[in-house]
């Protein structure tokens, strides 16, 4: 037979060899893998792959130090979550903490010793050679020992009572009289107000609302995740609370009194009620008696002030009615153990030490200060590890302007609000160094900073963690390390001792890593020997008595393990230790000059049409690092409203010719901001509200910058007055529109 | 309600809105968990990917009489879901065997035609390719895999939270058909205890005595889409933002303005 | 060469000229391509829709150019079927102006769609109870329907009729034009229906959704009916442009009158049962999901006018106007009545597709608006232009009127 090989024949065959191919797998072989491609791209992120383990930790991101559960998968440290029966915040954790894994990572870490100057026209950071910035500034040191001006070197910490304190502490003390400063938040505020009128040492007040009837609280969110303690609701057993807050907040809105006070009447109003307590409600009682008529050094007594503090006078300014305040006070006289908080919006710094003053004197006349009442005194942490006396802490504003050659900022806490300005002017001329110990270019500490050493990130290293201010027992845990540490980060002590050594000095023993690993130890042994308190272990959720711990090998074990040591606040504060109008009885003078509210005393020249409020919101801080989910939040959500948002209510905005999410320029007697109106319905007329909080155009991209960029803090003044919550604003549509 | 008839298992989650105060956490977690991606700064207003929408609604007055309640919004997981039959690629599933609504990203080819079709706007697409800062992959979850650009995504009860649980069981030597108990990553993280989540067919379990509450409602109910999302509050004018535009306007005589 | 592929006898204009009038519009496809490579490459965020918008301009596009190109096969239905054989002189651009619509349109939607690379899904994991399915299925075998009936005309190029299997190709595919005619018309129908369908069905969108008629919702039928009401007005007014632009007599006028009144019968019975639709859905299906239809109407963007321009001016006006037998031959009143109808219907799939998505669901949800972006309308640009260069090569080089010769009495520009 031969081969007769035709075209037709081809064709055929072609033809049938397409159909027959049609019943072969082939075709749908590859329209499979076709499938398959578009849906493992390779471009697509791939997660770690391991077996799963969690760790136990205490956050870091922010003071009140909530327990953490990290998950790890293989190595990598992928999330956080919250830990049962945690004691610190009730076993919660913030968004903040949820997004700890991602500090890591986060866009603005630096990835070597940064620096930058600041005066050039393009102030970008770039990588130097880390020994050699170390010597030259070892050389600063020395210089400035040799000339005798150990005061011209500083350290801010902003996370005072850890173990990297007390190595600041001893290294400034080292450098021949350095200065240790720090820079209280709002809550730390609140509590130095309440230090400074006791005349008996090293006391801290735990106020805890669990044990009080009634509750009156100046502004904070009581029940909107306040230092993830939240009150109890009235109905549910808790306390009965009364709200003073000038806007209609969650808090306000749940509370089952809302004094609607203006902003800057809180200590007017707080004084009225103690007005209250002392002539009408509490007359008849000898301790408040004695405690009113207690002679201060200048002659002046409790009771003279008040004397100019009857509600029908405050009434006026503070727009409440004298019957809501006489009211309120005696709901307090009745409803004892009663408690008030201050405090304010913290995300606007201090409520001021006058305010707070005012109101931890109203604990005092309503009683219960001790173990038994709803305030509690526990020991301040210095005292609670008995650490040896160095260089006393004084507030960054006690530090003269224009006097450091070099300022360190201990930034390992992203997010406190502090100004940046604030902290340039403490340099000394252009020559000055402000050196940031932070691992982002950003923050607190990054922003302001010319030289950023790059410390671990959270969960990186072994840090304590004391109890933040205002908690209601004595607390103590370990920041574990639950993640391998970024191959260019440093350990701050390490990098101290080095510093040391570069400026001449002979490193002792008690500095560096192995001097912070053991002061850490230290510290678990100093609370072992004591006794007191108890361990709770997160990995079981058992409770354990320190007393039946026999070896301070045990406690440092299961400090490392996550474990927290709490203790209840079992001091007392005897009323002859206190001096209601503070020592010295300034504070009578102080009041007096608030008696018309806090916005009038601090209004500039120029007349704002509006009064801003700092603060509101999860604001952590001014120019915070926070995680990039945080965007959440801030960007796709719009639930935060973030430090370019201005809330201002329909009303006030629609009568300056402003439509929600214009663009605005918001200028004070500091400085002015590019915001976008939000209406917010929920503020009085004429006052209007912006986040301390992170810029949402900003996250995860620190990078961008605009020209007429102003932190809240120092758009409110905080580089010139201690309290900045409140300033006078105006407010125009921004032409331009590049918001 | 209709319910499967041999199912034993209908997972349900119950928000109560007296106890959120709007702080976010559900909304982060739910991002953390499930490797929801971040969109870049620059994108449009409402390209976000929040599973678990927080959603501000105010009674639209002024103050002082003005007050906010947030509502989280998660996929409802419908019995009569709108989106499942419009897909033309099947690439929107109920389980039976959980009531869940599950979506598959890797088959989706991105129409968009389901986040039309979804009342609560609980869909979201991949505008941009999903990108995590260097290094940050690391953080993500392997339970979860991570999307592509050009598809749709949304809540799915934390499906790779109920996997896990499932091996656990098995490891365990319980048989398959026992119900499997789990809490997804929002009710887990949640700081006030506003989220419960469980079976709602379990005989004397919290979901099904928290659904017949009187405070309880879901959000536009009489869509008939019947959601297995229900909300919980004591006050009435938050009650009513579950109804639709026009019955919320009755109830108040005034213009709500939503957040 | 250019020359030896003109029809013998058609009088068409210079090359250069010819060429010149296709530079505007090949600029409009380099945008068009311009903006399809950026989404193609980065994905679909130049675009302005977000997650509230997940239908934009390109859908509108769609629907539009399908509702108005359904003049290929309702009047090849027409033609074949009833036999009303005046018709035959619009059929060829009937078929050519459908294959532009469909075309177009699919090749929007792959721009659309999020994963290209994936639209086959839409057959290979098909859901059958989705109507995007049966759109994707009907619109696919529609446009190979539309393609057999493209080639003919094709075939009958005067180079290609030199090729013997062409000319036999031909001869017997316009025999089987009846059987395609007929399978192009129930495909057309499914599709125009499902696509009214796919709004109707949205349960969870009242301002879309309908109650059903067997198993279809009433804007399956209302779609049809409006896109077989307005596709002969649009094959009119092409035809009318063609005649103006190349300045020559193409189709007796009586053709053109017969195309109007067509759509004049058809627009008046689709407004009544639209107006009915209205009413039920306003009286009777709102109330029962808790809407009241007022609520949709109160935004800045879209007020009560949408209802009443959609009934009245696009409805109503065009009906009595191409209804009357002497205002049908009359070039203004038909160019008028023609206008309107095809605006009315794009303006119709502009409401469906865009007030659906921005009325509010939830209490708490916000108006919302949406302008398209500079890619959304650069790709809608390069599909118009397109449809305008397939359509004046096809008119260059084939005989698309079958009456030109005989009609031809001025000298044509293009």
Known sequence: MTLDLTRRSLLKFMGGAVVGSVLSPLPWKLLDDAAIWTQNWSWIARPPRGPVSHMFTTCQLCPVGC????????????????????????????????AAAQMRYHPSRVRGVA????????????????????????????ACRSRGAGDSIAIVDLRPGRAMSRLYREFLARQGGGIYATAPDAWQASAAAFAGMATVGALAPAPDPARARTVLNFGAPLTAGWRGRDIVPHAAGGPRLIQVDPAATITAARADRWLPARPGSEAPVALA??????????????????????????????????????????????GLTPAQLRDTARELAAGRPALVLGVGDAGGGPLGSEEEAAIWNLNLLL?????????????????????????????????????????????????????????????????????????????AAGTPADLILPVFAPGEWVEDVPAPALAARSSYSWATAVAVPAPFALHPAEWLAQLEAASGLVVPPEGGKSGHEAELKRRAGVLQSRGSGQVFDPADGNTTDVAAMSDPDLLAGALARGARWSDKATLTLADRDVRPLGQGGGLAARWRSLAGGRADAAKPGATGSLLLMAGGGLAPAAGAITAPVLNKLYRESGLQ?????????????????????????????????????????????????????????????????????????????AAERPVWRLVRADLQEAHDGNA | METHSKATVCYAMVIDLDKCVGCGTCNVACAIENNVSVPPPEALENRGLTWMRTQRVDNGKAWPDHRTVTVPIPCQHCEHAPCIHVCPVTAVQLDESTGIIGQIPTRCMGCRYCMAACPY??????????????????????????????????????????????????????????????????????????????????????????????????????????????????????????????????????????? | MDRQLIQRGLDRTTLPRFLLWLLPWLLLAAWGGTSATQLFRDGLYHTNMDNRFAFGLWIILDLAIIALGAGAFFLGFMTYLMRRHEFKQVLNTAVIVGFVCYSGAIVTLAIDVGQPVRAWFAFWHANVHSMLTEVTFCITCYLLVLLIEYIPIVLKNRRLRTVPGATVLEFNLHKLMVVFAGVGAFL?????????????????????????????????????????????????????????????????????????????????????????????????TLPGKGFDAAEFYRSDMFGAWVLFLELTVFGLLPATILLNRRRVEKMPWLIAGGFLTCFGVAFNRFVFTLQTLSVPTMSFDRFMIYWPSQQEWGVLAGVVAYGVILYSLSFRYLNLFPRERELQTTTGSN
């Open chain 1, 67 to 98: 327990g953490m559960r990290a998950r790890l998968i293989g190595a990598s440290f992928v999330s956080a979550w919250p830990v049962v029966g945690d004691p610190a915040a009730a076993g919660t954790l913030c968004p903040l903490g949820l």
């Open chain 1, 115 to 142: 620096r930058r100057a600041r005066a050039a026209a393009d102030p970008a950071w770039r990588i130097v050679d880390a020994d050699a910035t170390t010597g030259e500034l070892g050389q600063r040191l020395a």
């Open chain 1, 273 to 318: 009620l103690a007005h209250v307590l002392v002539f009408e409600a509490l007359a008849a009682d000898a301790r408040v008696n004695a405690l009113a008529d207690l002679p201060h050094e200048n002659g002046s007594t409790l009771r003279t002030v008040l004397a100019d503090f009857a509600p029908e006078r405050v009434a006026a300014n503070s």
């Open chain 1, 367 to 443: 009683g219960a200060v001790g173990p038994d009442g709803a305030l509690g005194v526990r020991p301040a942490d210095t005292a609670l590890f008995d650490e040896p006396a160095g260089p006393a802490a004084r507030s960054l504003s006690d530090i003269p302007d224009g006097s450091l050659d070099v300022l360190l900022v201990d930034g390992s806490f992203p997010g406190v609000p502090v100004s940046a300005e604030q902290l340039r002017r403490k340099l000394r001329g252009p020559d000055g160094l402000l050196v940031a110990l932070s691992p982002y270019a950003g923050g």
């Open chain 1, 641 to 717: 409203p973030g430090s370019r948002q201005l809330a201002v209510s329909a009303t006030t905005a629609r009568a300056l010719g402003l439509a929600e999410g214009k663009s605005a320029l918001l200028t004070t007697a500091h400085g002015r901001r590019r915001v976008k109106v939000r209406f917010d319905n929920s503020l009085p007329p004429d006052v209007a509200r912006i986040a301390a909080g992170p810029d949402p155009a900003d996250m995860g991209d620190p990078a961008a910058s605009a020209d007429d960029r102003t932190d809240i803090p120092d758009l409110c003044g």
């Open chain 2, 121 to 259: 706007h609980a869909r979201y697409f991949n505008w941009f390719d999903p990108k995590w800062p260097e290094g940050l992959q690391d953080t993500l979850n392997p339970d979860v895999a991570p999307r592509m650009r050009g598809v749709a995504e949304k809540c799915n009860f934390c499906h790779g939270r109920l996997d896990r649980a499932r091996e656990l069981a098995a490891a365990e030597g319980r048989p398959a058909a026992e119900p499997v108990h789990y809490t997804p990553a929002c009710a887990e993280a949640c700081p006030h205890g506003a989220i419960t989540f469980g079976n709602r067919l379990e005989e004397g379990g919290p979901i099904a005595a928290l659904e017949k509450k009187p405070e309880a409602f879901r959000l536009l109910e009489a869509l008939g889409t019947a959601p297995k999302v229900t909300y919980l509050s004591r006050e009435p004018w938050i009650r009513r933002i579950g109804l639709s535009r026009l019955d919320r306007v009755r109830g108040h005589g005034d213009g709500p303005e939503g957040a």
């Open chain 3, 188 to 284: 057309s129908f499914f599709h125009q229906g499902s696509l009214g369908g796919m709004f109707g069905v949205l349960n969870g969108r009242p301002f879309a959704y309908r109650e059903g008629v067997g198993i279809w919702p009433t804007t399956f039928f209302l779609f049809i009916w409006s896109a077989i009401s307005a596709g002969p007005s649009f094959i009119m007014l092409i035809t009318m442009i063609v005649q103006g632009v190349t300045r020559k007599k193409l189709v007796d006028d009586f053709v053109l009158s017969r195309l109007g009144r067509l759509s004049g019968i058809l627009l008046s019975t689709y407004i009544i049962a639209k107006v009915a639709d209205t009413v039920v859905w306003i009286m009777v």
